[in-house]
């Protein structure tokens, strides 16, 4: 009456073959994307019916080809065993993006959508395993772009080894949303030994960044056409779990991480301040911040400390670590103009204090707002 | 220069537990909510500076009240341990909630986006744990509005036994989204020796509903003012993983099971019969329905088997255990007007058929689209 318990593993695992009938099913999704080129979203393709199917097996199966999603089931199912062995703790977290424009130098929202929530699980130590992707679709979305950010998810995902295993599609009127928003949840595994938290800044502890500061802000900028550069920036959208690994190797006692997305540097240094109830002081002349940003900021009047990043990580560690972490960083290829921008001190505890070049001291508090919306 | 693995721990479980501060907290946000109550949305609360941190914590950690999610931090944590004492397998969701109008009789877009994601894990047999919550709103919304929305949501997962324990909050300008659009992702664990597939329905199996089907499709028809109703009909939106363990209990090899959402009992059928290559056969007089959701049908020219509903489940169950199943179901509050209404065939194989009152068979197919767009 009960299957053995083996039975439903060994189904597991079995489905977790490559299916012999794939390139067929390749061939039968080609032929469905040809002849959608020009189609548009419609309300049907939300509604759960033979329109919706073909999407998700032609669109999205295809561009995130794993044995867990072709399953089709309404959730992905992974055995607990698989995932104990890699490590003592389960990493949860979620991001919804609604980036305009859906694309932009250096990347995509497709882009954002993956390397966001690695990220985020990343900066808990963990390596990230499974995403998951909510697709919210205007009516009226040519189906073709869709087929583009959907692509680039699935190279993301396949680039960072994440395998996206499960989703859902809604559908709304024209007007009820702008082309698309993407929500990405994400689970991985802490290895035993890494403990990160927002409140373990130490007095003494050094400050790390992997390189130059508001590049992804400033990429947004110039795609909205709000800015022309002689040199454009391109976006830093990138995956930094395998940068964290390295730094772990050479310090496994990181004691606070985070990715400076929306609101930049200084909203991550304050956050860090303020759970640690310590003090934290920048050295303006040692922040990375590339030419280019700088003169857009200066023109703009905007801030590179408040600017949005996608591939940039702020990192306390403890001093006798600094310098070993700061050499793992540069020899990486997300980290190679790493610096160390500054230290944790006793006082003003909470707050952010940053020194310029001519030594004077300013605070570096929270904006109320964002100087720019929809930048992830 | 590492903590031992037990710090990390020790302080996991530390911050599992209350916070004495507790009450102070709650008076600080609802002082922070009185003065809220005329305010609106704003492009600053989604911009990861103070108005965004104020709206964290004084409306969502306040609502979804739980230690993971206290801490604030981009991702929660759980020690692997405690899920691997609870089961084998960990099952992984999605589902984004965009239904309008926000508000209708029986429920609100936050008890669907908590009920919808726990029901897709508790098809799978898991036990329901954690939730994320990805919000998309609409700048201009009236906090006072997203309050209730997310009390709702806090409510709902109190009542289900899940913690919403990872979130994010977007903000996109007036008329880029339809007020707010909610992502839910959930986390469960399946017990040992459960294996539940669409794969699975054979030749001879039962099918079973846990009662009325198309309540929820019509509450939202009256909610849109399209209908007016002399006997009101109410979502039948409800949290279904208490009556799959009582299911589970009397027959733990329930082959195929799933919630008939979207697209009505209709397409959750035709998605078990193409699954497992089978047929299946409807009994159409034994197929509950309202009278007031019938007649409503017959007005609107609706099929009440493509209906959506929230709170029902399509079983199907070896025939040797269908009527202890049933009578299991009935038992439940969640199941009271349960009924057995078809089997399991050999052919047509891959099809769903009806036989109705006078003996007349038709197939009961896919629908392209569907009857009513955003209706979850």
């Not at 390596?127 to 679709?137: D, N, T, V």
């Not at 800044?201 to 110039?222: F, S, W």
């Not at 310029?356 to 570096?364: D, H, I, S, T």
Request: proline share 5%; net charge negative.
């Amino acid at each position: 009456m009960m299957p053995a318990r083996n039975d439903g593993q060994t189904m597991n695992h079995a489905a977790l073959e490559q299916n012999p009938s794939e390139p067929l099913r390749t061939a039968w999704s080609n032929q469905w994307l040809e002849r959608m080129r020009d189609q548009r979203i419609s309300m049907a393709h939300g509604s759960g019916g033979k329109a919706m199917r073909e999407l998700i097996e032609h669109l999205f199966v295809e561009a995130f080809r794993n044995p867990l999603l072709a399953a089709l089931e309404d959730q992905a199912v992974v055995p607990l065993d698989d995932l104990r062995r890699q490590g003592g703790r389960l990493a949860f977290t979620t991001d919804s993006y609604v980036v305009n424009p859906l694309f932009f130098p250096g990347g995509s929202i497709g882009d954002l959508a993956v390397h966001g929530t690695i990220n985020d699980l990343a900066m808990s130590g963990a390596k990230p395993l499974f995403l998951s992707c909510g697709m919210i679709l205007e009516e009226g979305l040519q189906i073709d772009l869709l087929r583009q950010v959907v692509q680039r998810m699935g190279e993301a995902a396949s680039h960072a080894g994440v395998s996206i295993v499960t989703g859902d599609t809604k559908v709304v009127e024209r007007g009820a949303a702008d082309k698309l928003f993407i929500n990405t949840a994400g689970i991985g595994i802490i290895p035993h030994g890494v403990w990160i938290a927002a409140t373990r800044a130490r007095p003494g502890d050094a400050i790390l960044i992997n390189g130059p500061i508001g590049d992804h802000g400033i990429a947004i900028l110039t795609a909205r056409n709000e800015l022309a550069l002689e040199c454009p920036v391109e976006s830093d959208t990138r995956p930094l779990h395998d940068l964290v690994q390295a730094m772990l190797d050479v310090c496994p006692d990181i004691h606070c991480l985070r990715d400076a997305t929306r609101g930049g540097l200084a909203t991550v240094l304050n956050e860090f301040a303020q759970a640690s109830a310590a003090a934290i002081h920048l050295n303006e002349s040692a922040i990375p911040v590339r030419e280019s940003v700088r003169g857009a900021c200066e023109i703009l009047g905007l801030d590179p400390l408040y600017l949005a990043n996608e591939g940039k990580l702020v990192a306390v560690v403890p001093q006798a670590h600094a310098e070993a972490t700061l050499e793992a960083m540069n020899r990486h290829p997300a980290g190679q103009d790493s610096a160390i921008i500054g230290e944790v001190t006793e006082t003003p505890a909470g707050a952010v204090v940053m020194r310029n070049a001519f030594g004077g001291l300013r605070v570096v508090d929270l904006l109320i707002g964002d100087q720019l919306p929809r930048i992830c």
